[in-house]
């Protein structure tokens, strides 16, 4: 079976190795960026099934990555959840109306992460 | 002994009625008979409703029997599954906060790393990481987020709640009475201070530390210290061996 493709784009290395010690015992391909540019570029190189965004970035935010993926038409449909700090009200309704499908807030809770991938991926 | 039942009483009435020329004695006899089947039948009547009340009762009985053995498991097992999953996140904090430590060479990306584990790690938004200066007695900063760093540039040693943490190296925490800073930890290399973190405002929707976080604290404590101690040793053997050539 192949694995289900998860793309990590964050600024933050802590982060990344996180998610990446959180998610790899569920044996999914991970692939990380480090900033919105280079999420956008990796996901449609790799066409993942799930982009973990996060939000606070430089050179290109989450919210304008997000933006980009949702006008290409290979990535227009894949899930983003994105990743951040800011858990307020205000950003989840901007991520929501741009397109994103859901949220974890950082500090990243392993199990809330771990579920919320799993439910989205139908696993 | 001959059990009485309905029909046997409804026998012995309707016997009765087939007796005309019965004699008073007789008469009484098969009157109290009646009488008798009565109280029979009513008392029968009252066995099967008592009966279905147990019935019921017993039933009632099982379903609640049921759903405290069944609580009482869920809470047995849900104990140490939550117990396993928070040592799990501890133990992943752990790791990475090691591995970002260790697998620095450079000072600066030992200090990104340190404010990378205390506000994505701990969940801290305002942060600041302290060196103590022997020469002028004094904690310089050399690392923050979310604060002015101006005022807080030079600390003296033993002055305020981070100085007194710097003189003593015992850590101190924001429910110890001051509620401007939350977290402030020594770095220790072995007895000896090296500087201090402090956590002064953790993110909105963290509401306080909890015990992972405590012991990445003390973790930090001692590993961030020596990775820090580390990279100026490295700093300086790199320089001898320039100047050797």
């Known amino acids: 079976m192949v694995p289900r493709k998860i793309l990590l784009v964050d600024d933050s290395e802590t982060v990344l190795m996180m998610e990446q010690m959180i998610l790899k015992k569920d044996r999914y391909q991970l692939i990380t960026a480090k900033n919105g540019k280079e999420g956008v570029q990796k996901a449609l190189e790799t066409r993942p099934d799930l982009i973990l965004m996060d939000v606070v970035m430089p050179e290109m935010n989450g919210f304008e990555a997000v933006r980009c993926l949702r006008q290409q038409a290979a990535t227009q449909s894949v899930p983003i959840v994105m990743v951040t700090t800011k858990a307020e009200a205000e950003s989840m309704e901007i991520g929501y109306e741009i397109g994103c499908s859901d949220y974890v807030a950082k500090p990243i809770d392993s199990t809330e992460l771990l579920t919320k991938v799993r439910s989205i991926l139908g696993v | ?245």
Do not use: W
């Open chain 2, 1 to 245: 002994m001959k059990k009485i039942t309905s029909e046997s009483v409804r026998g012995v009435e309707s016997s009765r009625t087939c007796g005309k020329a019965d004699t008073p004695r007789v008469k009484n006899h098969y009157e109290r008979s009646a009488q008798l089947a009565q109280e029979n039948r009513q008392r029968h009547a009252k066995v099967e409703s008592l009966t279905q009340e147990l019935e019921r009762c017993r039933a009632e009985l099982t379903a609640t029997e049921f759903s405290a053995v069944t609580a009482h498991g869920q809470g047995r097992l849900g104990e140490p599954f939550t117990v396993v999953e928070t040592q799990n996140q501890s133990l992943i904090n752990l790791f990475v906060a090691a591995t970002r430590l260790h697998s620095n060479t450079e000072r600066i990306g030992v200090l990104t790393a340190i404010r990378e584990i205390l506000s994505d790690l701990i969940g801290s938004q305002a942060m600041a990481v302290f060196e103590i200066d022997a020469s002028a007695n004094t904690l310089s900063l050399v690392e923050c987020i979310g604060i002015e760093p101006e005022p807080l540039a030079r600390i003296p040693i033993g002055s305020g709640p981070i100085g007194k943490v710097a003189a003593t190296g015992e850590p101190h925490f924001g429910n110890d009475g001051d509620s401007r800073l939350v977290a402030c930890i020594p770095l220790k290399l072995g007895p000896r201070v090296t500087g201090v973190i402090v956590v002064f405002r953790l993110l909105e929707q963290k509401q306080e530390l909890q015990s992972s976080d405590h012991e990445l604290l003390d973790f930090m404590s001692a590993h961030a210290a020596l990775a820090l101690h580390r990279t100026a040793a490295q700093t300086q053997l790199n320089a001898a061996h320039r100047s050797r050539k």
